[in-house]
């Protein structure tokens, strides 16, 4: 089944340690992306990659970081976490760029207190 | 930095009325992305436009792109009610982002 899958889907964690949401989809495709839904502002890109060691800054990339050393996988990491980084994460995928259909995985709650 | 704007924010309808909300955008766009999101899943995508004018259905959901380009509209008919969910706007900027709007959030009652 064509999937992308994320983990953890919910993480409570505490100010200023580190953690890591994977991402990793089956698809083969060349283009993934990290989005925060928070209420009332939508999905907001944080990183998005075009391809394997390709990387670039969404509109909130402060506070995070990503890699691309497998076309499949597409962790985030938040090497300080803050309570403002408190959201809804989700990852997804497509064949070509960011306007093709992009396939989203189930979502990860992050809660930093 | 780039903004598309959803109206309305939330909609409350009885099952079997039909919906309209619109998306705007203070710039240009040349492809329009219509997601649905159901309650605890990730998004999906329903209809896709390219050009300008265009009006596309997918069963009971109608999407146009509008004339000006800056804007779009999704339709949908005869509500029922697994149409709950957020309803989000999409559309491609520098090339390789995607922007999102802020989301209508429809509740379908019986």
């Known amino acids: 089944e064509a999937q992308v899958t994320q983990n953890p889907r919910y993480l409570i964690t505490v100010t200023g340690k580190k953690l890591t949401v994977t991402c990793s989809q089956n698809m083969n495709h060349e283009y993934m992306s990290w989005y925060r839904q928070d209420p009332g502002l939508g999905l907001r890109q944080i990183y998005y990659s075009m391809n394997v060691e390709v990387t670039d800054k969404g509109d909130v990339p402060e506070g995070y970081k990503v890699s691309r050393k497998e076309k499949r996988n597409f962790p985030l990491i938040l090497e300080s976490p803050s309570p403002n980084q408190t959201s809804l994460y989700f990852c997804a995928s497509s064949f070509a760029t960011g306007f093709g259909e992009q396939y989203f995985g189930p979502g990860t709650r992050l809660t930093v207190t | 930095g780039q903004q598309l704007n959803q109206s309305p924010q939330s909609m409350f309808i009885q099952e079997g009325e039909d919906v309209s909300m619109n998306c705007t955008s203070s710039?240009?766009?040349?492809?329009w992305l219509w997601y649905k999101q159901d309650p605890g899943e990730g998004p999906v995508l329903l209809i896709a436009?390219?050009?300008?004018?265009e009006l596309t259905s997918n069963g009971r959901l109608t999407a146009q792109f509008g004339i000006t380009r800056k804007d779009s509209f999704l339709n949908i008919s005869a509500s029922i009610p697994s149409d709950v969910g957020i309803y989000f706007c999409a559309g491609p900027y520098n090339t390789d982002k995607l922007i999102f709007g802020t989301g209508t959030r429809l509740q379908v009652f019986p």
């Open positions: 436009l390219y050009k300008a004018g």
């Open positions: 710039s240009i766009f040349n492809t």
